[in-house]
Every structure is written in C-alpha cells, then in structure tokens.
T-cell receptor, first 111, second 115 residues
Framework: AQSVTQLDSQVPVFEEAPVELRCNYS??????LFWYVQYPNQGLQLLLK??????LVKGINGFEAEFNKSQTSFHLRKPSVHISDTAEYFC?????????FGRGTSLIVHP | EAQVTQNPRYLITVTGKKLTVTCSQN?????MSWYRQDPGLGLRQIYY???????DKGDVPEGYKVSRKEKRNFPLILESPSPNQTSLYFC??????????????FGSGTRLTVV
C-alpha cells in the first residue's frame, strides 16, 4: 500500500525568501510522484510530476522538486517566493492508477 | 480550453433528498475520479473509472454511486444524503497514455452542505 506524508501542515515564510515543502512517500512498487497547488476557492492544479528519468523536475511558477529514492522523498522548492504563492500544496503518489494524496501543506507568504 | 466542468458549484440540500453532481471533461481522457476534501483529511477518493462502463470504489465509497455511460461524463449520485457528506467535492480526469499521461486535471469543486 502507498502512503504520502507531508511533514509540515503549515509553512510561513517572508516574500522573496526560499522555501521547501517536504514530502515523503512509501510504496512497495515504483511510483509516480506529483505536486499540486490549490489556490483559495479553486480546484487543484498540477505543478510538476516525476515519472522517470532526471531526478530534478521543474514545474510551473518557478517551482522544482527532487526525487530521492534512497530517502523516499520528493521535496518541493522555490528559491524566491511571492505573495501570490500563498496556497495549499499537495504531494501525491500513484501506482497502478490509484493515487494517494498527502494531507496538504499551507504555504503562507508574508510581505 | 481543456477543462473539467462540475455543476453545481454550491449546493445546500436536506437529508435524504437525492442529488446528482455532474462532471464533464473535454479532453477525451480515459480516467475520471471523484474526491472529497475535508479539513485535516486532505483528499480522499470516492470512486474512479478507467473507461466507459468501468468503475471501481475508492477509499470512501459508502453513500455514493457513479456511472460512466459516456467517456466525457462521470456524475456523482447521492441517493440519500446525510450531514456527514457535507464536504467539498472534486472531479478529476487524466489520460493514461502519451506524454501527458498521469497528473490530473481537476474541476473547480462543488461545495455541498446537507442539513
């Protein structure tokens, strides 16, 4: 069975500072990994995905994530955040077409 | 524009009154799924469908029904809604092949309140 753990429920950060949102997964099979963003009163939007190949994945809005198989992690990073990045972020894994979502991390960017 | 359309966006209903939330996608995606989102619990899958006439239970299927008679539509049916089904519901779709495989397109959500 798969599971996804987002280690922080809330991450406050000042504008223009770097940020890392942490995600660990567990699975007995190869998985695909994803990060989604949910802005207030909206649905989820795909930020980036790792299926295979390069372990560093670049996504939209300047975000990137690194797949680390030995640490079973897929942390999301951005070198300089903006106020507009304030949102809920979800890590997800998928194996055999059955996705599993983490409980979400609320990124709060302060001016 | 490629999108998943859910209706209605907001719905208040009474216990026991049957309701349907519609979901339609215009991307010819094979895979469609319904989720509910509750504070502190993240997203939980209700039902999913791999293709027309193929549906299966997710993590929390009790109290819900679905059908997939056409590829583009995947309605969620609550035969006898109860207050514990008050939640934010999302429909999502994805393709299972090609460079766009995996990774979902989500609808804007339906906020359901059962009183």
């Amino acid at each position: 069975a798969q599971s996804v753990t987002q280690l922080d429920s809330q991450v406050p950060v000042f504008e223009e500072a770097p940020v890392e949102l942490r995600c660990n997964y567990s699975s007995s099979v190869s998985v695909y990994l994803f990060w989604y963003v949910q802005y207030p009163n909206q649905g989820l939007q795909l930020l980036l995905k790792y299926l295979s190949g390069s372990t560093l994945v670049k996504g939209i809005n300047g975000f990137e994530a690194e797949f680390n198989k030995s640490q079973t992690s897929f942390h999301l990073r951005k070198p300089s955040v903006h106020i507009s990045d304030t949102a809920e972020y979800f890590c997800a894994s998928e194996g055999s077409y059955i996705p599993t979502f983490g409980r979400g991390t609320s990124l709060i960017v302060h001016p | 524009e490629a999108q998943v359309t859910q209706n209605p966006r907001y719905l208040i209903t009474v216990t026991g009154k049957k309701l349907t939330v519609t979901c339609s996608q215009n991307m010819n995606h094979e895979y469609m799924s319904w989720y509910r989102q509750d504070p502190g619990l993240g997203l939980r899958q209700i039902y999913y469908s791999m293709n027309v006439e193929v549906t299966d239970k997710g993590d929390v299927p009790e109290g819900y029904k679905v059908s997939r008679k056409e590829k583009r539509n995947f309605p969620l049916i609550l035969e006898s809604p109860s207050p514990n089904q008050t939640s934010l519901y999302f429909c999502a779709s994805s393709t299972l092949a090609g460079t766009d495989a995996y990774g979902y397109t989500f609808g804007s959500g339906t906020r359901l309140t059962v009183v």
